[in-house]
């Protein structure tokens, strides 16, 4: 196999838009990733779609979930809470979605992500991953985490990349047990950021 620190940028450039061009990246993936079972025996079902394809109820769902679960966060922060920069995020036309559904066929968690260049590397950069309350501690965030990391392999990207909150500690906790370590381009201690950026290697 090739050595990706001889990759040149162009070559890094094609895995990214190779995988930006399938209509769903998820589909030839060597793992089942279309629905999961909890240890609780409850299922899920779950599709990946273009912002293009989702309906606009399903995208209205996406924000208030954020709204809900990171809001509280964000205006604890100077920051403070954005709606309409959260919206507008949500509707990137870039954007993918993963979205998982209960047994009644409603939506409970999502990740937006896309496939991008970053800092010389390719990556998938996952934009958020938000389950409703009730659903969370079921393992089914792993599991979406787990089926990106299939999907950035199977596309040949070189790591995934995430943001989070400083102050959001159960988020860190997450992350970090997933074996997610802060990026060499997170701000440093003295940048005084409210965030930080995490990411895991895909390589090897």
Known sequence: MTNRDELSASAKHKFVEAAARAKNPLEKLPVQCDSYKSKTSEEFKLYCRAKSDMDAKTLKWTFKLAEQNVGPYYKQLKMGWKPKIKQAELNKNWARFLVALNQQNQPVAYTMFRFDMDDGDCVLYCYEIQISPEYQRKGLGKFMMETLESCARFWQLEKIMLTVLNNNE??????????????????DVLQEADYQILSKTMLG
């Not at 159960?170 to 701000?187: A, Q, R």
Request: proline share 6%.
């Open 170 to 187: 159960s988020s860190l906790k997450f992350f970090k047990t997933l074996g997610y370590v802060t990026d060499e381009t997170s701000p």
